[in-house]
C-alpha cells in the first residue's frame, strides 16, 4: 500500500490557477490508478479526475472538464491536479486517493488517502 501526501493548496481568486501535487511512498506506485476528490463543507466527496497507471488515460468529473488537468511522473512518484479557471464553487478539501489497477470512480473503491490540501477560491 502507498501513502500519500498532498501539497499545493491555498487561496486565489476566481479566474485563477493552482497546481496540487500527490507524492508517493512505498513500492509500486507504477502500478496504482490515482485519483482526486474534493470535499467542500457540508456536502459529499466528489469525484474531480484520475490518470491511469500509465498515465496514458486521464478521466475528470463534469465540473472540471476543460479546466483541470491530472498527470503523473512514475519515477517521481508523483501525480498533479493542474487547476485553471478556479470557481468559488472549487472551494475544498482536495484529496488523492490510489488504488491498485485500473481507475475508478467511486470513493469507497480506493484504500490509499492523503490528509487533504485546502483551495478556496475567492469571488
Known amino acids: 500500500q502507498v501513502q500519500l501526501v498532498e501539497s499545493g493548496g491555498g487561496l486565489v481568486q476566481a479566474g485563477g490557477s493552482l497546481r496540487l501535487s500527490c507524492a508517493a511512498s512505498?513500492?509500486?506506485?507504477?502500478?496504482?490508478?490515482v485519483a482526486w476528490f474534493r470535499q467542500a463543507p457540508g456536502k459529499e466527496r466528489e469525484f474531480v479526475g484520475a490518470i491511469s497507471r500509465s498515465g496514458n488515460s486521464t478521466y475528470y468529473g463534469d465540473s472540471v472538464k476543460g479546466r483541470f488537468t491530472i498527470s503523473r511522473d512514475n519515477a517521481k512518484k508523483s501525480v498533479y491536479l493542474q487547476m485553471n479557471g478556479l470557481k468559488p464553487e472549487d472551494t475544498a478539501v482536495y484529496y488523492c486517493a490510489a488504488r491498485p489497477g485500473i481507475v475508478r470512480t467511486r470513493v469507497r473503491e480506493y484504500d490509499s488517502w492523503g490528509q487533504g490540501t485546502q483551495v478556496t477560491v475567492s469571488s
Open positions: 512505498g513500492g509500486g506506485f507504477s502500478s496504482y490508478s
